[in-house]
C-alpha cells in the first residue's frame, strides 16, 4: 500500500452512564480516530484506544497524537510501500506506544482488505459467526445501585458480569451479586488497586466461585501474581501486565495468570493479539478479549478477533447501547447474549461521518 494522507480526529462521545474503575470516573469517551487514503484508492480506519488521561496505561489521547505525527509516521512515509504486517517491526525502535501503534497496523489493516474484498474476522482466522458477550460494570455509589445496574444486564442477555472492584468495594459487592444470581459467570477486575499486603482479603472471594480475578496487583508485579495466585482459589487474569507476547509468555511461565486478557491496543495490534492467542491454545490457557470503552470502529475488529477459536470465554465485547446513545457506526445490537462478526471487507462496518464531524475536537492531516 502506498499511504498518500492520514487524518487524525479528536472525537468526544458521552457514555451512557459514569464508569467508575479504581483510578477514576469517565463521563465521556475521549479517542483519537485515524484514516488512512491509499493511491490504491480505497481508505482504512481505526481507533487508537488510549484514554484521555495516562491512569490505565502510560499512553493517552494527545501523546498519541504526537508520538504518531512525531515518529511513527515519518517512519511509515520513509518506507513507501508499506503492508499492515510490516508495521511493527518497522516500528519496532520506538519503545512502548502500543495503541499508537495498533491504530497505525489497523487502519492499514482495513485498507488492505478492503482491496482484497476480505473480512477482518476471515483474515484474522475466524470460526464463529457469533460471539458471546459480557459486560463490565463500574463501581456504584451504592449496593442497591449495582443490584439494578446488574440486573438490566443480565435481563438484555449479557453471559457473564464483571464487576470493578477496589479497596473498600470488594467482597460486599461480589458477595450481593452471587447471592443474587447464584448460576451467573462472574468476575472481577481490580485495575491494579491491592498490594502484596492484601492477600488474605483477597482469599474471602474465593467462596463466590469466580471465573477470575483480573489484574489485582502493579502491571509490573509479575512475582506478586505469582504469590497471589498460589494462595486463592479464585484463577489470576492479567490485563495491564500483558503488552506483548513475550510478557504473555514470561507471565505463563511464572504461572503469574492462568488465563490471559487479550486487548489489542495494548499489545501493539491484532498480528500480536493473534500470536498471543496462538501461545494460549498451544498451552491450553483461556483467552478472552478485553475492551476499551471502543466505538463500532474499534468494537467491529474485537469481535472478529474473538471469534477465533482459543476465545472460550466471554469478551468485554458489549452492545453499542452499553455505551453510548448513538454510536459512530452501525450499531452492535445483542441478540440472545451474542454479537454477530462483521463479514464486510475490512473491518466492516458503516460510519457516519456526519456523525464523526459533530463530535470533532480536532482534526489534522499529514500529507505523507
Ligand atoms: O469496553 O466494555 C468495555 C470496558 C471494559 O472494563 C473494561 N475495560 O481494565 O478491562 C479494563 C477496562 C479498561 C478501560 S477502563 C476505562
Ligand atoms: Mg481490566
Known amino acids: ?213 483480573e489484574q489485582p496487583l502493579d502491571e509490573h508485579d509479575l512475582l506478586g501474581h505469582a504469590t497471589l495466585a498460589r494462595q486463592i482459589a479464585t484463577p489470576v487474569c492479567l490485563d495491564e501486565s500483558i503488552t506483548s507476547l513475550e510478557s504473555a509468555r514470561d507471565a505463563l511461565a511464572l504461572k503469574a495468570t492462568t488465563i490471559i486478557n487479550i486487548k489489542p491496543g495494548r499489545v501493539g495490534g491484532y498480528l500480536e493479539s493473534v500470536r498471543i492467542h496462538d501461545l494460549c491454545v498451544e498451552n491450553d490457557i483461556q483467552v478472552w478479549c478485553g475492551g476499551m470503552l471502543e466505538t463500532g470502529i474499534g468494537r467491529a475488529a474485537n469481535v472478529a478477533l474473538a471469534s477465533l477459536p482459543g476465545f472460550t470465554l466471554p469478551g468485554d465485547t458489549s452492545a453499542s447501547a452499553r455505551y453510548f446513545e448513538r454510536d459512530i457506526t452501525d450499531p452492535f445490537i445483542m441478540i440472545d447474549g451474542q454479537l454477530r462478526v462483521p463479514t464486510k471487507p475490512g473491518i466492516g462496518v458503516d460510519i457516519d461521518r456526519n456523525f464523526i464531524e459533530d463530535l470533532t475536537k480536532s482534526r489534522k492531516v499529514i500529507t505523507a
Open 1 to 213: 500500500m502506498k499511504i498518500k494522507e492520514v487524518e487524525l480526529r479528536i472525537i468526544e462521545l458521552p457514555l451512557v452512564r459514569p464508569f467508575r474503575t479504581s483510578f477514576g470516573t469517565q463521563l465521556n469517551r475521549e479517542l483519537l480516530l485515524m484514516k488512512i487514503a491509499t493511491h490504491e484508492g480505497t481508505e482504512g480506519w481505526a481507533e487508537c484506544v488510549a484514554m484521555s488521561e495516562p491512569l490505565y496505561s502510560p499512553e493517552y489521547t494527545f501523546a498519541c497524537q504526537d508520538v504518531i505525527e512525531r515518529f511513527l509516521l515519518p517512519k511509515i512515509f520513509e518506507q513507501g510501500d508499506v503492508l499492515a504486517e510490516e508495521v511493527s517491526s518497522l516500528l519496532k525502535p520506538f519503545l512502548g506506544h502500543q495503541m499508537s501503534k495498533a491504530a497505525i497496523e489497523t487502519a492499514l489493516l482495513d485498507a488492505q482488505l478492503k482491496l482484497e474484498g476480505r473480512s477482518f474476522g476471515s483474515y484474522l482466522g475466524s470460526t464463529k459467526e457469533l460471539v458471546d458477550c459480557g459486560v463490565s460494570v463500574g463501581i456504584s455509589s451504592s449496593l442497591d445501585a449495582l443490584v439494578s445496574e446488574v440486573s438490566q444486564y443480565v435481563h438484555e442477555g449479557y453471559r457473564r458480569i464483571k464487576l470493578k472492584i477496589e479497596p473498600g468495594w470488594d467482597i460486599e459487592p461480589v458477595r450481593t451479586i452471587r447471592d443474587m444470581w447464584p448460576d451467573i459467570l462472574l468476575q472481577v477486575d481490580a485495575n491494579q488497586a491491592y498490594t502484596r499486603s492484601d492477600f488474605d482479603l483477597l482469599k474471602q472471594l474465593d467462596p463466590y466461585d469466580l471465573l477470575l480475578i
